[in-house]
């Protein structure tokens, strides 16, 4: 139904609200998506990517599922970070 969807406008409202939360310390959250990974991206290649941007030791767990049956990663992942300052600053980043 049409009238359930939100609209872009509405979105952009949701995601600019859901931002200036992160931004303002009010959120506590500390688990972060990421979209987008290229594929064949590996848990060993997600963890040298975010060292090497500066989060070693600022995260505590990895979540990259993969096809039972190839083997191959999905194109997202989930990290959880120590902090919900760690997850700011990877949020800005």
Known sequence: FRWCQPTVDEDAKRVASEAEEIEHSLDRRTTVMLR?????????MLEAFLD????????????????????????YAFVNLITPEAARRFHRH
């Open 36 to 44: 987008n990974l290229p594929e064949g991206f590996s848990h060993q």
């Open 52 to 75: 090497q941007e500066g989060f070693a030791a600022c995260y505590d767990f990895l979540y990259l599922p993969a096809d039972i049956c190839t083997g191959k990663a999905f194109l």
